[in-house]
């Protein structure tokens, strides 16, 4: 934001008129300043020539404001603010304070930021988490998904108003057909209302978890934070290669604490007969179907399976 003194030596020289001068007019005959005149009559153009900086800031960044080129090239001096003034007496004497206001758009970014602040992602893309949701226009981009765009809208709803769930949602579907930005759209409804999240993309987790064997304050610190979170989402489970430590110590230590406590929800290709299989055999074990069967206790009962119908919207 350009200062007076820049305005002053950017001015050309007005013949029979200072520089000075010309902007000190200008600025005391500004609307701002001529209302600040008339809401507090006792303000003498001495003391406005004194606080000259003030208000020509006032009524710069007001201008600014008017003609706004978005939060991200704001050229006032503190982004998303204005300046304002207020007047006081102090001793008989009037005293001009400057302070500053957020705008709309600041506000609205921050209280985005707070939101994203309460989501952590393993392996997601974030920026499904910079989405502006609407019910109405995942609808509208294929109304095959609308009755389980009506679930989840009817999960938030009964989240927000009567508290956190302990029956998660098992979202089912082809490929492509919205589940991962469904997770999002119901991480980041439930954030707003101050709910923290984390969603984890399985594949590249559980080769991670792998590595982590070696790192036991990190694994532990994750496991710790998947565990705690109000939500957990399992993105795109059954497409992970398994190993019998990963599903007996990691998921499954996981999903013990969880049940009965706070909702855990899931993505997935396969339906809940094909992920016990899945979870029944490793390349290293082969098949135990007790195992597979002993982790699915842990999802089976504390799920609703809701239904993505839809066309393939990848790379569309």
């Known amino acids: 934001m350009e200062s007076l003194g820049e305005a002053l030596r950017r001015m050309p020289p007005i013949k029979g008129l200072g520089n000075a001068e010309e902007i000190t007019k200008q600025v005391l005959n500004d609307p701002l300043v001529v209302m600040l005149r008339s809401r507090y009559p006792g303000l003498d153009e001495s003391v406005l020539r004194a606080n000259l900086n003030r208000l020509y800031q006032m009524t710069k960044e007001y201008r600014a404001c008017k003609e706004c080129p978005g939060l ?31 705008c709309s758009k600041w506000t609205a970014n921050e209280q985005q930021q707070l939101i994203r602040r309460r989501i952590t992602s393993f392996y997601v893309d974030e920026t499904v988490f910079g989405e502006q949701y609407a019910e109405s226009e995942m609808i509208k981009l ?19 108003n009567h508290g956190l769930q302990k029956q998660g949602l098992y979202l089912k579907g082809d490929f492509g057909t919205g589940k991962t930005y469904m997770a999002g759209y119901l991480l980041q409804k439930l954030a707003t209302a101050g709910y923290s999240g984390v969603i984890v993309y399985m594949p590249e987790f559980v080769e991670d978890a ?84 002993r982790l699915m206790d842990r999802v089976r009962p504390f799920v609703d399976v809701v239904h993505v119908r839809g066309r393939n919207h990848r790379g569309s």
């Open 72 to 102: 991200t090239n704001c050229p006032n001096d503190m982004q998303g603010h204005s300046t304002g003034i207020n007047c006081v007496q102090v001793g008989g004497q009037w005293q001009l304070n400057d302070y500053k206001t957020a």
């Open 210 to 293: 792998k590595a982590l064997m070696f790192e036991p304050q990190k694994l532990r610190e994750t496991i710790t934070l998947m565990k705690d979170a109000d939500l957990l989402v399992f993105d795109d489970i059954g497409a992970e290669n398994l190993t019998p430590w990963v599903r007996d110590h990691v998921l499954g230590a996981i999903l013990n604490h969880r049940m009965n406590r706070k909702p855990t929800f899931y993505t997935s290709n396969h339906d809940l007969d094909d992920l016990e299989k899945h979870f029944s055999f490793t390349h290293k074990e082969g098949e135990e179907m007790h195992k597979g069967q």
């Open 142 to 160: 294929d109304a095959n998904r609308a009755i389980a765009v009506n679930q989840l809208q009817n999960y938030v709803h009964t989240t927000i």
